[in-house]
Nanobody
Framework: QVQLVESGGGLVQAGGSLRLSCSAS????????MGWYRQAPGKQRELVAT???????NYADSMKGRFTISRDNAENTVYLQMNSLKPEDTAIYYC?????WGGGAYSNYWGQGTQVTVSS
């Protein structure tokens, strides 16, 4: 079982920046993929960004160039640097850990989420 704890959310004006952190209860070096997802009111949860154990990152199109995901294996922490924030970025941001077990089996773990609110 992996426990994930997010922090760093808050209220920011449009054009501002926030840095989210996700601390894991185990070594993230053993986890295949870490990621960030978000869910706005009345909408489905959507991908923000992921980063593999090897350091390959992937972003949703609307976040490319504005958001940066990174990982610090020594600290068992994943970060999401968010710049040029827009009101439409307002959502609860969730940390995710995906562990592959082979044969198509995997485990998904989620944090409790952190609220990001961008005012216009």
């Amino acid at each position: 079982q992996v426990q994930l704890v997010e922090s760093g959310g808050g209220l920011v004006q449009a054009g501002g920046s926030l840095r989210l952190s996700c601390s894991a209860s185990i070594s993230i070096g053993s986890i295949n993929t870490m990621g960030w997802y978000r869910q706005a009111p009345g909408k489905q949860r959507e991908l923000v960004a992921t980063i593999t154990r090897g350091g390959t990152s992937n972003y949703a199109d609307s976040m490319k160039g504005r958001f940066t995901i990174s990982r610090d294996n020594a600290e068992n922490t994943v970060y999401l640097q968010m710049n040029s924030l827009k009101p439409e970025d307002t959502a609860i941001y969730y940390c995710n850990a995906k562990q592959l077990w082979g044969g198509g089996a995997y485990s998904n773990y989620w944090g409790q989420g952190t609220q990001v609110t961008v005012s216009s």
